[in-house]
Nanobody
């Protein structure tokens, strides 16, 4: 059974930084074969993808709203994907999740508990 465990969220002032982590386990194939994405869901809004990292080569893509401020990375030896978030804004407040990506969509139906990010002064 796939398990995704997100961590690293918290309360931060505008302009601050946080680093999120997502540890994945419970699958039989290599983590390095998975494209991974960070998603977020703000109150009253649908979940959206904010960053993606490919399986091979580690190329990255970002939503326009976070481009230049967020950086996604991965450590295949640790089955972990990271999201470095800099210059945080009020509108970055959300619960952040990770998932593998297949065909442009979340691969697994089972999501982790997410990690809460609150940007407030």
């Amino acid at each position: 059974q796939v398990q995704l465990v997100e961590s690293g969220g918290g309360l931060v002032q505008p302009g601050g930084s946080l680093r999120l982590s997502c540890a994945a386990s419970g699958f039989t194939f290599s983590f390095s074969n998975l494209a991974m994405s960070w998603y977020r869901q703000a109150p009253g809004k649908e979940r959206e993808s904010v960053a993606l990292i490919s399986s091979v080569g580690g190329s990255t893509e970002y939503a326009d709203s976070v481009k230049g401020r967020f950086t996604i990375s991965r450590d295949n030896a640790k089955n972990t994907v990271y999201l470095q978030m800099n210059r945080l804004k009020f509108e970055d407040t959300a619960v952040y999740y990770c998932n593998a990506v297949l065909g442009g969509k979340p691969r697994w139906n089972s999501w982790g508990q997410g990690t809460h990010v609150t940007v407030s002064s």
